[in-house]
């Protein structure tokens, strides 16, 4: 129903900086991935992995590489984002920077 109202993101946890941050995150790596040789390669930006802990987590900024493996994959299904104009004013300058239309392409 929010998504419908157009009032997603400022009506769900996304409204908070940390979680906006993390989806930047998210896409920065994404983005850095692509350098590497392909969507989803993240060999060289992994962090090395501790006695007690092996998770691959990705050095940089701490995501864990399953989650990122996880947006990615949601990243690849999506074909369009419709954002309502009160709500994208509400987002972080740098998410706002990563979702706004791209005039010179």
């Known amino acids: 129903q929010k998504i419908v109202q157009g009032s997603y993101f400022y009506h769900t946890s996304l409204k908070k900086k940390e979680y906006q941050k993390t989806i930047v995150h998210?896409?920065?790596?994404m983005m850095k991935s692509k350098?590497?040789?392909?969507?989803?390669?993240?060999?060289?930006m992994l962090?090395?992995?501790r006695r007690?802990?092996?998770e691959d987590v990705i050095a940089e900024n701490g995501v864990?590489?399953?989650?990122q493996h996880l947006f990615d994959y949601?990243?690849?299904k999506l074909r369009t984002i419709w954002i309502n104009q009160e709500e994208f004013t509400k987002l972080q300058p740098d998410l706002q920077?990563?979702?706004a239309k791209n005039r010179n392409n």
């Not at 864990?64 to 989650?67: D, R, S, T, V």
Request: charged share 20%; aromatic share 24%.
């Open 97 to 99: 920077t990563y979702l």
């Open 26 to 29: 998210f896409m920065d790596n």
């Open 64 to 67: 864990p590489l399953y989650m």
């Open 35 to 44: 350098d590497y040789g392909g969507v989803s390669n993240y060999v060289q």
């Open 74 to 76: 949601f990243c690849s």
């Open 47 to 49: 962090k090395e992995r």
């Open 52 to 54: 007690y802990n092996d």
